[in-house]
């Protein structure tokens, strides 16, 4: 089973993330907890050219294809080796956010970053959330966080499209996509995310 998290900046996707594997571990299954971009270690080189705050003259068509190319690479080291030994994969970011952050954020279009990673991957998630944090909240969240990345410098109008762009896909894919309030306290989202997972596990048995 290969689930994604998606969210802005500040929605708390990778600490709840963090707590769905261990909560699956603990009942048995062997989950592999990975990030995009990077997870293996060319596609982490790949991730240090994005998110480096030097990089400001990052063209948006060459950042849509540095992160189709890094989702590649650890797509068949680490994501597809680990579904074949029967692992549950968990993985911070997927397609869905270069889809809102270069498809719409960036203005590229949905279509033509789709067909950029379409050709790299042609994969997609059996399930995904998308913890909803509208982006005052989620920007409030990061603030005096010791790393700051380029993205998190955007303009606040940058992270307001991301946030309607995740809505968009949420809308587009609503067989895969499950949104959840990630403004709830953590263990109420916690609670929500492992109910869909039983159930989806439970329809495959």
Known sequence: MFITFEGPEGSGKTTISNIIEKRLEDIGYQVVHTREPGGTPIAEQIRNIILDKANTMLDARAEALLYAASRRQHLVEKVWPALKEGKIVICDRYIDS???????????GIDDVLKA?????????????????????????????????????????????????????????????????????????????????????????
């Open 98 to 108: 270069s889809l809102v952050y270069q498809g719409i954020a960036r203005g590229l």
């Open 117 to 205: 990673n379409c050709f790299a991957l042609n994969y997609m998630p059996n399930l995904t959330f998308f913890i909803d944090v509208r982006p005052e909240v989620g920007l409030k969240r990061i603030e005096g966080r010791d790393k700051i990345d380029r993205l998190d410098k955007e303009a606040f109008s940058f992270h307001q499209n991301v946030y309607n762009g995740y809505k968009k896909i949420a809308s587009m894919y609503k067989d895969r996509i499950i949104t959840i309030d990630g403004e709830r306290p953590s263990e109420l989202v916690v609670k929500d995310i492992i109910k869909h997972i039983d159930l989806y596990l439970n329809s495959r048995r």
